[in-house]
């Protein structure tokens, strides 16, 4: 009874007209297999499975709305903010032990701080640790394509797309090297973007390496093709019948400029 109830909250949720993030008291969550660790965080903007045993979120999963891309904090600039523990989680990790200069991978946002511009709580959320995966700097910094599907995100939202729902994280296995105390490092990272209108839903998958060196290799996928690979469910609030459809299905070109974005890598 209870996590129908939360289901229905999720979906009614995502019904909502745009509107402060901050008055949500929930968002789209997804589903994680039974035994995974899961701690469920509530941010300003964003909301994330912590995983206590990899150290990484499972899934950080927000919402873009026209409004809040439009309404930056007057003066709101990046170096006004720095990466800092969690104190939310237990063990939580601290900013130091990413080093790159020793351990080779960089400090990457999954909720990117670009989306939270519109609060100075929502924007230094982003600079948690439980919001950070190491990445290399060929995906961090490099790689056009992590970037240019932030920014095309962004922009299908102010064009008029609509609200947008986002979801990304890390994708991970037992043979995954470890940094500092303990920290995963993903093979590759995956991102979910889905928009609904209480009819009809369009979303896809994307998928990139966590390499450096050599082609990130980034590639489109169904939404099921992602959960495959993630072992994730992302939209169990979904009606079924939406669910199935949005899930199995993948039309690039109801995203403008998706397909460039991915052939430009």
């Keep these: 009874m209870r996590q129908s109830l939360v289901k229905d909250l999720i979906l009614l949720l ?10 949500q008291t929930d968002l789209l969550r997804c589903d994680v297999p039974k035994g995974v660790s899961s701690q ?16 990484l979120p499972n899934w950080v ?28 989680v237990e063990n939580p990790v601290e900013h130091y032990e990413y080093r790159y200069r020793e351990t080779g991978y960089q400090r990457g946002h999954m909720c990117p701080y670009a989306d939270c ?9 982003t600079f948690l640790m439980t919001n950070i995966c190491p990445q290399t700097k060929a995906l961090n910094q490099d790689n056009k394509a992590w970037r240019d599907l932030e920014d095309a995100c962004r922009n299908w939202t102010k064009d008029g797309l609509g609200d947008l729902y986002v979801v990304t994280g890390p994708i991970v296995s037992a ?65 079924d019948v939406v669910e199935k459809q949005v899930e199995s299905r993948l039309d690039i070109d109801a995203w403008p400029g998706l397909r460039g974005i991915i052939e430009r890598e």
């Design 40 to 55: 469920v965080l509530v941010r300003e903007g964003y909301v994330a499975s912590y995983n206590k045993d990899t150290r």
């Design 175 to 239: 043979d995954c090297e470890r940094i500092g105390s303990g920290i995963f490092v993903p093979k590759a990272f995956y991102k979910v973007v889905l928009r609904y209108d209480g009819k009809r839903a369009e979303a896809f998958g994307v998928m990139y390496r966590n390499v450096d060196g050599g082609r990130i290799q980034s590639s489109i996928h169904p939404v099921d093709g992602i959960e495959r690979l993630t072992k994730l469910d992302f939209v169990p609030a979904l009606p």
């Design 117 to 125: 511009k519109w609060s100075m709580k929502a924007a230094d959320e």
């Design 14 to 23: 995502m019904l909502m007209a745009a509107g402060s993030l901050s008055a």
């Design 61 to 88: 999963a927000w919402r873009l709305t026209k409004a809040h891309l439009e309404s930056p904090v007057p003066g709101i600039e990046r170096k006004m903010f720095k990466f800092h523990r969690d104190d939310e």
